[in-house]
């Protein structure tokens, strides 16, 4: 079909490690001119990142930022012209790499759907052993109307602070 003078950037999932060519083909049977990066590496999980800084830097913004700049480039070069409207389009850590677009460089994107980003996935496991500790506070407090409370124990899998609900902030 013909180019919509439009340009749709496909965001990624979890770790990335992969490019999004179904999102691509979609947008390009819509009219949009699109790209997709890996992120930088092929390798599931975060792995990739350990002992390698720069990598967990292309994952975070770098990688996304440089497909951009050549993706309009391309684009440019093909039509005779840059794209009239660029959109990111992403859900997860898609949804965050375009928040992150926005806040790095707001003038690259007219548009950006950020579905579900994936922001702060550093507190995600801290708010998720709370919400459970605080699930297993209620579960004691019903159970020892039942029966004598268990004797208070430590686990080396658990921190104590997460044992007893306290959690900073």
């Not at 002992?51 to 050549?70: N, Y």
């Not at 790499?97 to 707001?106: I, K």
Request: contains cysteine.
């Amino acid at each position: 079909s013909a180019w919509n003078a439009k340009y749709r950037q496909e965001g990624n999932g979890g770790w990335a490690g992969v490019i999004s060519y179904s999102a691509m083909a979609a947008a390009v049977r819509a009219g949009y001119a699109t790209a997709s990066t890996d992120t930088g590496h092929s390798t599931p999980g975060g792995s990739f990142a350990l002992g390698h800084p720069e990598k967990l830097i292309d994952f975070a913004w770098r990688s996304e930022h440089e497909m951009t700049v050549k993706a309009k480039s391309v684009i440019e070069k093909m039509y005779g012209s840059g794209p009239k409207l660029s959109y990111w389009n992403g859900c997860s850590t898609g949804g965050r790499e375009g928040m992150l677009m926005s806040q790095r460089f707001p003038d690259y994107y007219d548009g950006i759907v950020a579905g579900a980003p994936a922001m702060r996935t550093s507190f995600s496991g801290l708010a998720d052993r709370w919400m459970a500790v605080q699930l297993n506070a209620i579960t004691r407090a019903v159970a020892t109307k039942l029966a004598p409370p268990p004797a208070p124990s430590s686990s080396p899998a658990m921190p104590v602070a997460l044992q007893t609900g306290i959690v900073a902030s």
